[in-house]
């Protein structure tokens, strides 16, 4: 803004302050409304409005309506939900949302509803509730129904005892749901469902959810009618409500959303019926059975210029119109992908939420769709597929899935063949994300990967992810010397290969992975999870062992000493350790060998100089072929180090228990 322009907007609000402060009074309704609205486009611009007030509360009891919208406005954008003003405007609204049956009145009400519906407020709440209850009663406009449905989910999170969950005050409410869901106007269903949802999110317990079970009856009717009833022909959905091939799809998402506030065996138990529906419902979904909609996959459409395959209608147009159109048949392919995507990834989550009781067919179909996803180009897309899939591994007893053709009672039965070979199936593909740039979609991988572990496939996934860190630590360490001699004058100052020349291959074009990208965080977690896998299903201590020696050598500033201290608990014997047995002379044996070799080379880091000087010192007496003098000479190599500074207590109790361990005649260490 150029300083004429503020010495303008500066010269206006001065004088209509003078005016409002002085003659107020004598103003017209127009005079009044004007100097509002040029506060009004003050205040867009920025500049603080405190006075004007009370003009605009005035002019909202106003009979002429352009008087009445200039002041509601005014209220809405210039006071917020604890002005002391508003006590004032109360009975202006509750007077102008009276009579929202007559048609001539629904441009008041709606602005009355607009202004409730922005401002909200406990003084709103605890006055205006009631009569805006009234306006979702039959007789009245769907306009308004919306309007107020609005206002009522926007009262109701300000209050929450507005809506309680009382026998008497629920049967109303699940009433008045009954009759909003069974409105044609998709509008209204919107914005019925969002109140429901508000509401459904305050019921922390099942048996305020079994209250609200009187609504299930017309959300699956919706969402039957929507799926699996022809475009055009169906009483709720109607061509105009189609979005890039997909009938209503924020109804919906928001239909699949409600679903999945009420456990599943709430539905298996008190609604078989509707639960037998939901899965022929998600089965349309999932599949693309939709009376022939495609709802997945990029399908050439005549209607988007450029969409069919080898579209040679465009090769008569300019270049720049070319790529317009080029640019405008992208956006609509994204359009289309992202609506499809939001029901699809909707009805997976309710696959998740119903666990076993749905059908093994509906699971399939969502694991061969996230694995779509998680193959997907677009990074948002790949890392939603992989934390869903990660949830839907982890949400149901994969050797149980409900059939109901064969459990006539609604609870779980036995579904031969398992899904796990399906989730396994996608292991390569979910390792090869562990080598993306984006940090939250290795995450994301990882935590896949510790989801979908088990007896067969834990092997492969541990020797995987210990490779995968020892190529990350290497790639680590080579960019890390590269800046060092960058920043030390070895590299020309114009080189933009230093320490970015490696890439980890994964048999997929990928960008390579910088050693910034691979934080300490993340190869902490790594290693945590390995070590977590390892123990839990290692056949023998021995293999944990192995594990945790590994990644000691490979990453060992990313391994915490609660993963060594349980080495040495496993080792010893203690009761807590799980997996393959702890303890035992031959384990020992193992370790204080393991420990020996290890310290026996030029380098090693501090942690494994603490865990080879205790693994050493407690149980080097089992290893009978390695002398006392070479176990205190493999540690006492590290001792002067500096580095192993903090090592060096554990290294003097290792020096201790060695030459008491093994008292021989003759045996002389010189220190």
Known sequence: MTQRSWYRVVDVIFFTSFLFASGAKSLSGYDRRKYVWKLLYCFMLGYTIDFGHIQAVNLCSCAKYSEKAAGYLACSLLLHEEHDILRLIVNVLRTDIANPTIPANEPVVALALNTIGNIGGIEFAENLFGDICRLIAPGVSPYIKRKALICILRLYRKDTELITVEVPDNLLWVQRFQMILRENDVGVLLSGLGLLLGILEDCV???????????????????????????????????????????????????????????PRLLAESYPNHLRFVNECLFSVLTGNSKGVERYGVQPDPAVPGSAVGGTHLGTASS????RGGRKADAERINMLNTQNSVLFEAINLVIHLENFCTGENQENSIKLLGSFISAKEANIRYLGLETMSRLALSYNRELTYDPASSSDGGPSALPPALDERINSYTFLILSQMHEADISIRRQALKLLYSICSAKNWQAIVHDLLQILSQVSAHGRAAAAAAAAVSGGGASAGSDTAGGGGSLETGEARRP??????????????????AIIAEKNAPDGSWYLDAVFRMIESAPGAVDEGVWHRVVQVVTGDSSSSGGGGGGEELQRYAATKAYAALSEGYCHGTMVKLGSYLLGEFGHEC??????KQFSAIHRHYVRQECEACRPGM???FAKILNGKQKKGVVVVM
């Open 624 to 629: 009978q072929d390695i002398s006392v003098q």
């Open 513 to 530: 992975v910088s050693a910034a990208d691979w934080t300490a965080s993340f190869q902490e977690e790594l290693v945590l999870r390995i």
């Open 205 to 263: 317990s099942a048996e305020r959810l079994k209250l609200w079970g009187g609504v299930l009856d017309d959300v699956v009717h919706i969402l039957r009618n929507i799926v699996l009833a022809d475009v055009g022909n169906g009483p709720i959905v109607k061509r105009e409500h189609t979005y890039y091939t997909v009938k209503a799809p924020w109804l919906q998402v928001k239909l699949l959303r409600v679903l999945q506030f009420f456990p």
């Open 320 to 323: 720049s119109a070319s790529k």
């Open 652 to 654: 003097l109790l290792a």
